[in-house]
Structures are given as structure tokens and as C-alpha cells.
């Protein structure tokens, strides 16, 4: 601390001078120096620590796949879906896929079309014995 107090007064910049105020507080030069570098640093030690974490995961994943545990799957955990290939969706089930209105209507529009299907057919062989009948 001092040694960044000496280096702002060797600039010519007086440390406890007022930089800013803001609601009501007032920032010296020393404190927004200060608050710099904490936020840059943050911001540079974030990132390296992502990446190391990232890189901890892979080999903790690899380690499995090689003692053959990650073959055993449980229902309850979460499967990882890859980008490129679609996800199937099973419209029959009552939980996921479509909501249920669309799920009500399409059995209705099925409904429909069988019962149409079915009454095409009586007039058909309807029509067939009226003619033999005559």
C-alpha cells in the first residue's frame, strides 16, 4: 500500500486527493486505484480459474470412463444432450413433449378422422346393398 501511495506521489498525484464522488461518497485517487485492481484482477483470475476448473472436470470424467463407472448410469442423473442431434420428444406421455391442450386436440382431430373414415365406409357398402337390392 505504501508502495502505490509513493509511486502516485512521485507522478506528481496527490493519493488523498478527492477523485470523485458518487451518492454521496467521496473516492480518493488512492481508493479508485485500488478498486481497479481488485475489479481487473478479478476479472483475469475468474477466467484462469474457469479454465482450471474446467480442465479438474474433463480429467475427473476421463478417470471414470476409464474405470468403466460412467457405463452405470442412475435415473436420476441429468443426461447431457448433444447439440447436433435432435432430441427426441415422446408425444404419448403426459408430462413433457406437447402441452395438453395440443395433446386433447390431436386425439379429438384422430377421433374425427375415424369416425369420418368409418362412416365413408357404411355409406360405401350402403350403396353397394341398395343396388342388389333393387
Not at 506528481?12 to 481508493?31: C, D, E, M, S
Not at 480429467?59 to 468403466?68: D, F, I, P, V, W
Not at 448433444?82 to 406437447?98: A, N, R
Amino acid at each position: 500500500m505504501e508502495e502505490l501511495r509513493q509511486v502516485l506521489n512521485n507522478a506528481g498525484i496527490k493519493p488523498n486527493a478527492v477523485a470523485f464522488t458518487v451518492l454521496g461518497r467521496q473516492y480518493t485517487v488512492l481508493t479508485t486505484v485500488r478498486l481497479i485492481v481488485c475489479v481487473c484482477g478479478y476479472l483475469v483470475l475468474r477466467r484462469a480459474f474457469l479454465i482450471y476448473a474446467r480442465k479438474a472436470h474433463m480429467q475427473r470424467l476421463e478417470a471414470l470412463q476409464r474405470e468403466g463407472k460412467s457405463g452405470e448410469r442412475t435415473q436420476t442423473e441429468e443426461v447431457t444432450v448433444d447439440k447436433d442431434k435432435p432430441i427426441p420428444l415422446d408425444y404419448e406421455s403426459e408430462g413433457e413433449g406437447w402441452g395438453s391442450k395440443a395433446r386433447r386436440r390431436q386425439r379429438e382431430a384422430i377421433k374425427r378422422a375415424e369416425r369420418e373414415a368409418e362412416r365413408r365406409n357404411l355409406e360405401e357398402e350402403n350403396g353397394g346393398i341398395d343396388k342388389y337390392l333393387d
